[in-house]
């Protein structure tokens, strides 16, 4: 399975990009409260480790969310290791976002969230029209 990856060092974390260069992938800084410039390419899989909690002191989670709902592809995948108060939150837009919860675990404070972006489409207009009637 061919996988496109893109390495991203938040701003407010420690600068690992140097180590990434090294090993001969690609990387780049970003403030993940500001939209991320996706062109030529969406990606297949986004990992974030404590990235949420710590975003959360800057801004709200919600368009980061919404943000990261855009750059997956259709079926791709999240993972988040965070606390668990984090993890439950993040969880509970993906199931609005009607994403496939495929794990999710907690141990103490720490979690792992693995979701899957699904194809989901509301339903015909007509269908939810008659529906009213």
Same mark, same amino acid.
């Given at each position: 399975? =061919?996988? #496109?990856?893109?390495?991203?060092?938040?701003?407010?974390?420690?600068?690992? $990009?140097?180590?990434?260069?090294? !090993?001969? &992938?690609?990387?780049?800084?970003? @403030? #993940?409260?500001?939209?991320?410039?996706?062109?030529? !390419?969406?990606? @297949?899989?986004?990992?974030?480790?404590? $990235?949420?909690? %710590? &975003? =959360? %002191? +800057?801004?709200?989670? $919600?368009?980061?969310?919404?943000? /990261? @709902? !855009? /750059?997956? +592809?259709?079926?791709? =995948?999240?993972i988040v290791r965070d606390?668990a108060d984090v993890i439950?939150?993040?969880?509970?837009?993906? %199931?609005?976002?009607? *994403?496939?919860?495929?794990?999710?675990?907690?141990?103490?404070?720490?979690? &792992? $969230?693995?979701?899957? %972006?699904?194809? *989901? +489409?509301?339903?015909?207009?007509?269908?939810?029209?008659?529906?009213?009637?």
């Open positions: 399975m =061919k996988v #496109w990856v893109m390495n991203i060092v938040s701003i407010d974390s420690p600068d690992t $990009l140097p180590i990434i260069y090294e !090993r001969g &992938l690609f990387g780049m800084y970003h @403030d #993940w409260c500001e939209s991320f410039s996706t062109y030529p !390419r969406t990606y @297949d899989l986004l990992h974030a480790d404590h $990235l949420f909690s %710590k &975003l =959360k %002191k +800057r801004c709200q989670l $919600l368009p980061v969310i919404a943000e /990261v @709902d !855009r /750059v997956l +592809r259709p079926e791709g =995948k999240l606390n439950s939150e993040i969880e509970n837009m993906a %199931k609005s976002l009607h *994403w496939e919860i495929t794990l999710t675990y907690s141990n103490d404070n720490e979690g &792992l $969230l693995c979701v899957q %972006k699904t194809m *989901w +489409r509301p339903q015909d207009a007509e269908t939810s029209m008659s529906s009213l009637s």
